[in-house]
């Protein structure tokens, strides 16, 4: 598949510790690489930040946002909205 369109992922976090790994190994093994990856942190209370961090310290396609806590994913997406490049949105 060509690599011509900027595809962007929303991932909200809210200690999400448990799945974070897996879902984020999962994304960044994807063979489509035109991708970036906006993920909000809603003020997780777990090692959510430090996972999301770590995935971003080796992989610039991943992007943190870090937040007050809102409550409700739609407060997230409002907040990632903006910050969108892609041509697609996730």
Do not use: H, W
Not at 48 to 60: C, H
Not at 73 to 85: D, E, H, Q, Y
Request: some cysteine; proline content about 2%.
């Amino acid at each position: 598949m060509k690599n011509d369109k900027l595809i962007t992922i929303f991932i909200p976090v809210y200690n999400g510790e448990k799945y974070l790994q897996q879902t984020l190994t999962s994304i960044k093994k994807q063979t489509y690489t035109n991708i970036e990856i906006l993920l909000v942190d809603d003020s997780s209370c777990d090692s959510s930040l430090q996972i999301i961090s770590e995935y971003a310290k080796d992989d610039k396609r991943f992007k943190i946002f870090v937040k007050e806590n809102g409550g409700m994913v739609a407060n997230s997406m409002n907040f990632v909205m903006p910050k969108i490049n892609g041509d697609y949105f996730f």
